[in-house]
């Protein structure tokens, strides 16, 4: 029997509409345009607006988008998995969330929580579910309303993320095309350097969390900057050789856009040029779950059948992976 592979054969994304620029941020921080865009690369980025907007609006969008460009019907779906860090609430899984709202009734379904890596923890672990046979059609949403735990008065993070997602259709595929290797690290002992402190069992929310700000994102830059610049360039190198790919096989990378410098770090490593690299953090800023999604959603219609694609990420945990795609179709 032909072995089965999962195969990505839809993307969707959804951004909200209003567009916060650096200059907007420069009123409400001590920034520059000139400081944000020549230290990430980042012009604009997306902020969903609207009292109890959570980041399932952005899946539900993402997945009924999905769902309607393929003429899917939403009995099929088996399975959603919805990598998150900015649950619609503490519980249940805004998974179940987007099923019940987008209308998959069959679907069971959890969140999956790898911070920055996370859609591509989900997507590995969905293949793997498709690859045994147990599952024939899954979704993997990423998706993250970042504003939710931002600090607009903290200049090193406010100027860096945005709200945003993506949804992928996945199904069996036996020509050998789809996710062919996934390679996940973690290491937790990088958690002191990115987290949130409260809002979780070992520190519930109280008036004095609130006071002290501690629900908000805490990073330490310059640290999490060394880590995700050598481990993201690594393994996307590494997925590279063990597969026996040279730059001139590789049609895309696509890389998580939490830096332009460090996406720039990961294809000089692997040999890539420019026109190679998937960037869109000019536009969107780091939307944690939701950036690969979305550079999928953008260059869709560039995509070919049989082409090669290396997805690279790194984020909090510290978590970090890379998986080696070929693309299964055309878009028509
Ligand atoms: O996606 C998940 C994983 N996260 C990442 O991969 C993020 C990794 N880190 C980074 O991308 C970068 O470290 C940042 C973009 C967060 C910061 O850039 P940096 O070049 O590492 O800056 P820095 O933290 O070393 O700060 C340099 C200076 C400091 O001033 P002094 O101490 O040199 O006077 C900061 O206070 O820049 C200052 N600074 C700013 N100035 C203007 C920090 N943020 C800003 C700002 N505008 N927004």
Redesign the pocket.
């Known amino acids: 029997m032909a072995k089965i592979t999962a195969a990505i054969t839809a993307v969707h994304g959804y951004v909200p509409e209003y567009v916060l620029n650096n200059s907007e941020l420069a009123q409400m921080?001590?920034?520059?345009d000139e400081?944000?865009t020549s230290?990430?690369g980042i012009r604009e980025r997306r902020i969903l607006k609207g009292e109890g907007k959570g980041t399932s609006v952005m899946g539900i969008a993402a997945v009924q988008g999905l769902l309607k460009k393929t003429n899917t019907n939403p009995d099929s779906i088996e399975l959603l998995i919805c990598a998150t860090t900015t649950p619609d609430m503490q519980f249940p899984a805004t998974a179940n969330i987007i099923c019940d709202m987008a209308g998959l009734k069959h679907a069971w379904g959890y969140d999956l929580q790898a911070?920055?890596s996370g859609f591509l923890y989900a997507l590995t672990t969905a293949s793997r579910m498709i690859e045994s046979g147990s599952i024939r059609r899954a979704i993997v949403v990423g998706a993250d309303k970042m504003s939710s735990i931002i600090d607009y008065t903290d200049?090193?993070t406010c100027?860096?993320f945005g709200d945003g997602g993506g949804a992928v259709l996945l199904e069996p595929n036996t020509h050998g095309l789809g996710i062919l290797d996934c390679i996940m690290y973690s290491d937790g002992a990088g958690r002191i350097h990115?987290h949130q402190k409260a809002g979780g069992s070992a520190m519930p929310a109280s008036k004095e969390t609130v006071e002290k700000k501690l629900h908000y994102v805490y990073?330490e830059?310059?640290a999490?900057?060394k880590f995700?610049v050598s481990r993201m360039a690594d393994v996307g190198y590494e997925i590279m050789t063990k597969n026996g790919l040279g730059p001139e096989d590789i049609a895309w990378l696509v890389p998580?856009q939490?830096?332009k410098r460090?996406i720039d770090a990961t294809a000089h490593k692997m040999g890539l040029p420019d026109n190679k690299v998937m960037i869109n953090i000019q536009k969107y800023g780091?939307t944690?779950n939701g950036t690969i999604p979305l550079c999928l959603w953008e260059w869709e219609k560039q995509l070919h059948k049989g082409d090669n694609l290396i997805l690279a990420a790194?984020?909090?945990g510290f978590t970090w992976g890379a998986v080696y795609i070929k693309w299964a179709y055309d878009t028509k």
Request: positive net charge; hydrophobic residues 40%; charged residues 10%.
């Open positions: 921080v001590d920034t520059t400081w944000i230290r990430t911070a920055c200049r090193s100027v860096i990115l990073q830059g310059q999490v900057y995700a998580h939490a830096n460090i780091n944690t790194f984020g909090g």
